[in-house]
């Protein structure tokens, strides 16, 4: 240790963090890093900035640590973890490529530390980054392969494999986060959403945070006014991820979907191939691989709601079912606690870190780079919603409907999951919707 006494959080690189994890395992590392307040993404390739060895992370790090700090807080983290042996050793791919949990809290540490704690050890859980193991794209075919036993990702990534997560992405489905959540701590939950994911795809459901997909604006819009109308959106060229059914929904709002992959985002932004992207804030808020910062190229959030954004870890059926009883209650549990974590937490991110908020706090991420944070107004929205759900606009949304209606047995889940998420107040907040165990009957 006496090598790393000289370094501090000022010149902590890339390479010393995987020094670090390959000594004491990488979930040890990223837990000894949370309990300095210090933050990593854990796609770790594209975390700091750079992708040399040499790349400096010292911006994911609260206060002064030393190298010498971490890597003690790393060892004494895996000695509590390997005090005894673990009955059930699982592995969690994950597919969140540059996000940072204070700016998009994923509950992938929360869950994997309330896990282990709640099982005394019996169950030891160990986080391999996506370049090892999964991507977005194809977390889902590993942990149904057996390669991997628990994955995150979003549900737009996932849906290439598992398309039934497209059930997510009708517009105006859900009209407010309060309205998301609410929804995936309902009991109706299970039979509408997660018991045809175990059907057809073999994958538990278990947690998940929420936003709303939005439309952000690239540079030459900085010095316009902030967007009033959606009319003002038409022909525009929108980056939109591979969700058929978002893509419908752009192009009955006359906007352009352009399909490009997220690692050209920025340099699509920054060219000008495109006017902006379909995305949601916390993604913007994050670097991605190529070390160019996201926000540097975009100038307003429109704040058009327009369908669900969630980043969710499910895990293997058959993985599940091999627990005991305790072991399984234990595992749902987690999950509940996490569920509960994300959605406190991301309400913080918003306000406090990214800055995806009126009022602004201008210490965020937003503020520092001068992204206007744009609320159309009610009618707006109202107008956008009457133009492109299938509520008001059903006919070209009947193939995707009657598909996914046959998936969950016959239920017509576009039209229960939207009156659900309306037994709420339209003004609840996200922070004040009640928790409750989806999968225990009353």
């Known amino acids: 240790m006496k090598t790393l006494n000289q370094k501090t959080s000022q010149n902590i690189t890339r390479r010393d963090f995987l020094n670090i994890a390959k000594r004491f395992g990488t979930t040890s590392t990223l837990m000894a890093a949370s309990s300095f307040g210090s933050y990593f993404a854990f796609a770790l390739p594209s975390a700091f900035g750079s992708n040399t060895d040499n790349g400096d992370i010292s911006s994911s790090f609260g206060g002064n640590i030393s190298l010498a700090q971490l890597a003690q807080a790393a060892e004494d983290e895996q000695k509590v973890r390997t ?8 592995i969690y791919g994950v597919g969140i490529g540059s ?22 050890g019996e169950i030891r859980v160990e986080i ?32 290439g494999v598992a398309p039934y997560f497209n059930v997510l992405d009708f517009p105006y489905m859900f009209p407010t986060r309060a309205a998301q959540h609410y929804f995936f701590y309902h009991q109706k939950s299970e039979v ?15 947690f998940t945070n929420c936003r709303l997909r939005q439309i952000l604006l690239g540079k030459k819009w900085r010095d316009k ?14 980056r939109a991820t591979a969700s058929k059914l978002g893509k419908i929904a752009l192009e009955l709002l006359n906007i352009k979907p352009i ?27 994050a670097e991605i691989p190529d070390n160019i910062i996201l926000p540097e ?10 369908f669900s954004a969630n980043d969710h870890t499910a895990m293997n059926e058959n993985v599940f079912q091999r627990l005991t009883p305790e072991l399984q209650n234990a595992v749902m549990e987690s999950a509940y606690q996490t569920q509960m974590f994300t959605q406190l937490a991301s309400e913080v991110a918003f306000f406090n870190t990214i800055g995806s908020t009126k009022p602004q706090k201008k210490d965020t991420i937003f503020g520092k780079y001068g992204i206007r944070f744009v609320e159309l107004e009610k009618s707006e929205l109202k107008k956008a919603e009457q133009i492109c759900s299938p509520k008001f606009n059903p006919k070209p949304w009947e193939k995707q409907r009657e598909r996914l209606n046959e998936m969950a047995g016959g239920i017509d889940v576009y039209e229960e999951i939207f009156n659900i998420a309306r037994e709420i107040p339209a003004d609840t907040l996200a922070e004040n919707v009640e928790p409750s165990r989806w999968w225990r009957k009353i």
């Not at 005090?83 to 699982?90: D, E, M, S, T, Y």
């Not at 977005?136 to 942990?143: A, G, P």
């Not at 006014?225 to 929108?238: A, F, H």
């Not at 975009?298 to 709601?305: D, G, H, I, K, R």
């Open 99 to 120: 996000n940072l949990e204070h700016i998009n809290p994923t509950g992938i540490l929360h869950f994997v530390r309330d896990l282990e704690e709640r099982t005394d």
């Open 128 to 159: 391999i980054d996506q370049s090892k193991i999964c991507s977005q794209l194809d977390c889902v075919k590993r942990v149904q392969e057996g390669t991997v036993d628990i994955y995150c990702s979003t549900t737009q990534n996932a849906a």
């Open 259 to 285: 399909p490009i992959a997220w690692e050209e985002v920025a340099g699509a932004l920054k060219h000008e191939m495109v006017d902006g992207i379909e995305s949601y804030s916390s993604a913007v808020a």
């Open 83 to 90: 005090a005894k042996q673990a009955r059930v050793n699982l």
């Open 297 to 306: 190229t975009v100038s307003q959030a429109v704040n058009l709601s327009l």
């Open 192 to 206: 509408l959403f997660r018991e045809p994911l175990l059907k057809h795809y073999g994958i538990r459901f278990l």
């Open 225 to 238: 006014p902030d967007i009033s109308s959606i009319e003002e959106l038409k022909g525009l060229k929108i």
